[in-house]
């Protein structure tokens, strides 16, 4: 076994990052979900399309700027610093914040897909049972749209932990702190540590072949279709 | 103008093609047909009703309870109401059992009048219980919607084309149901049909709804005679007579249905002696003739008087409204017989009823 306590802080830093984020991208990603499956405006291109932005944009421009807002001078970092927050960047929560908008468009999509796939009818029907919207929400749309939230919820995670670029830019690389497993292998391989490199390497594959084979598994949208 | 008991729905809206613009008062109990052929706002209507479609400045008001008024507006999961889609809406999650408690269960035990036991028993769902919405052919499903929409007690059960999506066999297997909530529960029933079958066989009162507008409205027998409607019926031209089997002539399988005093003589359906049932005559099937004909394979010949006549959308065919005691038929004849006939209002012909029809 040729895990260093480094190596193990670091995978231990992903998967806290990784889960943390996806708990927040579930809170945040389903109303902007349901907003998007349930509105027809102009402005739903809109917003579809800043969701969307992270998956055209290098991580490192999306990096950039969280960096400059969040910062001491930027507006947010000083709204932070007045409340007593401090600044940000370098920091778990300035991962958390940057991995949230970077992961957002892998948990909107196949959660929105599946809220327009349930369609209005059984929240029609549900409503003629009585049961009011939030009720009906938790009773009819999210077990029919399950297979949706599990598919962004997993999708988002293992986004989560293949992110570089940003994390590199908003977070740096302070061990126990912003360097996660990404990072961590960047650097055995800059200081031509192959074999430790191979290890962690090889960790990120089998968890990202894993997370995949679950979510193919679970999905028999995907699974039935060619 | 509003009655404490009955419903009154008043509801504008404008719809891609046409405004709908009703201003109804039903009667609070039985069953009412909004009849009219597809895309004549039946359904829009019931939406309106049900809440899931907001209009504003709408009026609904059911058995005394205000649902709609000035601003007020009750939603839909606020409404004692119950609804039975066109197709299957159960939910796929649920089993039966689920399905039926999720409105139930959302109902205060107060307001719980109708039993678990008598709704299962009422559709014959007990054998279906622990399956799910895909193991339950079309029928299946329709009578579960129909059980679990009971189970929350609705002060009115609003059903749009309930048979529409099943095919015939299944529209056989679910009208019995249907009747037996009729005959059973004294909750009132408003159902959306294009089928002038299904509408003589289960409806009271008949709404007839033509582009967004109520053109006729009332009791069903009455309104189905009446000759002046432009009611889109074509070959179901006809009327609906309620009467009670009188005798039955097991050596010819035949039945004598009294209608007020009126014999018709037909198939037998099984029904016993006394069973309220329903006839159904049509107006091509009933020719009319200046004499009583022994000489013919017509069972049914009364004496009628003519009431009046109007011409049909085909310039050679007339529709004759007749009457024989106080039961209305109609005839259609050709342009020519009436003249040939000299058919005035008031003269007293023979009725032929070819063929007469036992719905119930």
Same mark, same amino acid.
């Given at each position: 076994?040729?895990?260093?306590q480094?190596?193990l802080?670091?995978i =231990?830093?992903?998967?806290?990052?990784?889960a943390?984020a996806t708990l927040?991208?579930?809170?945040?990603?389903?109303?902007?979900?349901w907003?998007?499956?349930?509105h027809?405006?102009?402005?739903?291109?809109?917003?579809?399309?800043?969701?969307?932005?992270?998956?055209?944009?290098?991580?490192?421009?999306?990096?950039?700027?969280?960096?400059?807002?969040?910062?001491?001078?930027?507006?947010?970092g000083? =709204?932070?610093e007045?409340?007593? =927050?401090?600044?940000?960047?370098?920091?778990?929560?300035?991962l958390?914040?940057?991995s949230v908008?970077?992961?957002l468009?892998?948990v909107?999509?196949?959660?929105?897909n599946?809220?327009?796939?349930?369609g209005?009818?059984p929240?029609?029907?549900?409503?003629?049972?009585r049961?009011?919207p939030?009720?009906a929400?938790w009773?009819v749309?999210?077990?029919?749209?399950?297979?949706?939230?599990m598919?962004g919820?997993?999708?988002?995670?293992a986004?989560?932990?293949?992110?570089?670029g940003?994390?590199?830019?908003?977070?740096?690389?302070?061990p126990?702190?912003?360097?996660?497993?990404s990072?961590?292998?960047?650097?055995h391989v800059?200081?031509l540590?192959?074999t430790?490199?191979?290890w962690?390497?090889?960790?990120?594959?089998?968890?990202?072949?894993?997370?995949?084979l679950?979510?193919?598994?679970?999905?028999?949208?995907w699974r039935?279709k060619? | 103008m509003?009655?404490?008991d009955?419903?009154?729905?008043?509801?504008?809206l404008a719809?891609?093609?046409?405004?709908l613009d009703v201003?109804?008062?039903?009667?609070?109990?039985?069953?009412?047909?909004?009849f009219g052929?597809s895309?004549?706002g039946?359904?829009?209507?019931?939406?309106?009703?049900a809440?899931?479609?907001?209009?504003?400045?709408?009026e609904l008001h059911?058995?005394g309870?205000?649902?709609?008024?000035?601003k007020?507006?009750l939603a839909?999961?606020?409404?004692?109401?119950?609804?039975?889609?066109?197709e299957?809406s159960?939910?796929a999650?649920?089993?039966?059992?689920?399905?039926?408690?999720?409105?139930?269960k959302?109902?205060?035990?107060a307001?719980?009048?109708i039993?678990?036991?008598?709704v299962?028993?009422?559709?014959?769902i007990?054998?279906?219980?622990?399956?799910?919405?895909?193991?339950?052919?079309?029928?299946e499903r329709?009578?579960v919607?129909?059980?679990r929409?009971l189970?929350?007690?609705?002060r009115l059960?609003?059903m749009?084309?309930p048979?529409?999506?099943?095919?015939?066999?299944r529209?056989?297997?679910?009208?019995?149901?249907l009747e037996?909530l009729?005959?059973?529960l004294?909750?009132?029933?408003?159902?959306?049909?294009?089928?002038?079958?299904?509408?003589?066989?289960?409806?009271?009162?008949?709404?007839?709804?033509?582009k967004g507008?109520?053109i006729?409205?009332g009791p069903?027998?009455?309104?189905?005679?009446?000759?002046?409607?432009?009611?889109?019926l074509?070959?179901?031209?006809?009327?609906?007579?309620?009467?009670?089997?009188?005798?039955r002539?097991?050596?010819?399988?035949?039945?004598?249905?009294?209608?007020d005093?009126?014999?018709f003589?037909?198939?037998?359906?099984?029904?016993?002696?006394?069973?309220?049932?329903?006839?159904?005559?049509?107006?091509?099937d009933?020719?009319l003739a200046?004499?009583h004909?022994?000489?013919?394979?017509?069972l049914?010949?009364?004496?009628?008087q003519?009431?009046?006549?109007?011409?049909?959308?085909h310039?050679?065919?007339v529709?004759?409204?007749?009457?024989?005691?106080?039961?209305?038929?109609?005839?259609?004849?050709?342009q020519?017989s009436?003249?040939?006939?000299?058919l005035?209002?008031?003269?007293?012909v023979y009725?032929?009823?070819k063929?007469?029809?036992l719905?119930?």
């Open positions: 076994m040729s895990f260093s480094a190596d802080a670091a =231990l830093l992903t998967l806290r990052l990784a943390t927040l991208l579930l809170l945040i990603g389903t109303p902007i979900a907003w998007l499956a349930n027809r405006t102009r402005w739903k291109a809109v917003v579809s399309a800043i969701v969307a932005m992270p998956l055209v944009l290098p991580p490192t421009v999306l990096g950039f700027y969280l960096l400059l807002l969040l910062g001491p001078h930027g507006p947010v000083k =709204l932070t007045s409340l007593g =927050l401090g600044t940000l960047p370098f920091t778990f929560w300035g958390v914040v940057g908008i970077y992961s468009p892998f909107v999509q196949p959660i929105q599946a809220i327009e796939n349930v209005t009818r929240l029609e029907v549900a409503a003629t049972l049961a009011g939030w009720d929400f009773t749309v999210l077990p029919l749209a399950r297979t949706g939230f598919t919820a997993i999708l988002g995670f986004h989560t932990v293949g992110e570089f940003l994390v590199l830019m908003i977070g740096g690389n302070i126990g702190v912003t360097r996660v497993a990072v961590q292998l960047y650097d800059e200081a540590e192959y430790q490199a191979h962690l390497a090889g960790v990120l594959v089998v968890f990202a072949f894993v997370l995949l679950v979510l193919y598994t679970l999905n028999p949208v039935g060619q | 509003t009655s404490p009955g419903i009154h729905a008043r509801f504008a719809l891609a093609e046409f405004t201003d109804l008062h039903l009667p609070g109990q039985g069953i009412t047909a909004l052929p895309g004549s039946k359904t829009t209507l019931l939406r309106c009703i809440g899931l479609q907001r209009v504003q400045h709408g059911v058995n309870a205000s649902w709609q008024h000035a007020q507006f839909t999961h606020q409404r004692p109401l119950g609804y039975v889609f066109q299957s159960l939910f999650h649920l089993s039966v059992r689920g399905n039926l408690q999720y409105g139930l959302r109902v205060n035990t307001e719980q009048r039993s678990w036991q008598h299962i028993d009422l559709l014959g007990e054998a279906l219980m622990e399956r799910k919405p895909a193991q339950l052919s079309g029928g329709q009578r919607a129909i059980a929409a189970l929350t007690s609705p059960l609003l749009d084309e048979l529409a999506a099943l095919d015939q066999a529209k056989q297997e679910i009208l019995p149901y037996r009729h005959a059973e004294e909750i009132p029933m408003l159902f959306v049909s294009h089928a002038p079958d299904e509408v003589a066989r289960l409806a009271d009162h008949i709404v007839v709804l033509q507008r109520t006729a409205a069903l027998a009455e309104t189905l005679a009446r000759i002046d409607l432009p009611i889109q074509g070959d179901d031209v006809g009327v609906v007579i309620e009467g009670k089997i009188a005798e002539d097991q050596d010819w399988h035949l039945v004598r249905v009294n209608c005093g009126h014999d003589w037909v198939r037998d359906a099984g029904h016993p002696v006394d069973h309220a049932v329903r006839i159904r005559i049509l107006a091509r009933v020719s200046l004499s004909r022994q000489d013919s394979s017509i049914n010949i009364l004496p009628v003519v009431v009046e006549t109007s011409q049909e959308t310039p050679a065919q529709l004759v409204k007749l009457q024989v005691g106080s039961l209305p038929l109609l005839s259609r004849i050709t020519r009436v003249q040939a006939l000299a005035v209002p008031g003269k007293t009725a032929q009823i063929a007469v029809a719905i119930a």
